[in-house]
């Protein structure tokens, strides 16, 4: 195992009590709540349901995803990230949520058309009902890549009903945000979490 994954597999350890915290305070358990692995694809899975794996911290994980989609209420969906940006979904017609994990590699394959394709089949969801955030990431001049921009882009070309990008940069403030690039691979990682309000 090469020491950038032995630092981050340790990190994950470490974070761990603090993530299942934040989950039960969010509203869910250890039970109800699905993650995705995380390999920089376009890969999205349908939850609860969908087949898990045991990650590197011990906490089950969706594998070979970067989204997840559900329109169960109560069901807490995760991701994890540090640089890359959480793309939140919410379907105001039929009640279906969706969470994404979307850096460069996402972006590019546009994990965020896939997502919306997967609704629709799963669920009838249409791009024109659904309200999309994407949270903070990085951004230049600290990275060289635009991708925030792009997945803007992606938005308007899908003709969401609303998109927000929150527009903080991940590099800039390590007080409160960690940054994979910027501290070299040694850090935490933010968690981003969605569900829906079981009396829906």
């Known amino acids: 195992m090469a020491v950038e994954d032995a630092d981050r597999d340790e990190a994950m350890r470490r974070l761990r009590p603090h993530h299942e915290a934040a989950v039960a305070a969010f509203g869910g358990t250890s039970q109800t709540w699905w993650r995705a692995e995380q390999v920089h ?6 939850v609860p349901g969908a087949e898990t794996i045991l990650a590197p911290d011990g906490l089950p994980v969706v594998p070979g995803m970067d989204g997840l989609v ?15 940006g959480a793309i939140w ?26 997502a919306l394709e997967v609704m629709a089949r799963e669920y009838g969801t249409r791009a024109e009902d659904v309200t999309a955030v ?17 997945i803007g882009r992606q938005a308007e070309q899908a003709g969401l009903a609303s998109f927000t990008d929150c527009g903080e940069d991940t590099a800039v403030d390590l007080a409160r945000h960690y940054s994979y690039r910027i501290e070299m691979g040694k850090t935490g990682r933010m968690m981003a979490l969605l569900t829906r309000d079981l009396l829906r």
């Open 70 to 84: 559900t329109n169960t209420p109560g069901t807490v969906l995760a991701i994890y990230v540090a640089d890359c």
């Open 89 to 114: 979904l919410a379907d105001q017609r039929t009640g279906a949520y969706g969470l994404l994990h979307s850096g460069k590699k996402g972006t590019e394959g546009n994990i965020f058309q896939t």
């Open 134 to 150: 994407l949270g903070p990431c990085i951004r230049p001049p600290h990275y060289e890549i635009a991708f925030a921009e792009e």
């Open 41 to 46: 694809g376009i890969g999205v899975a349908v």
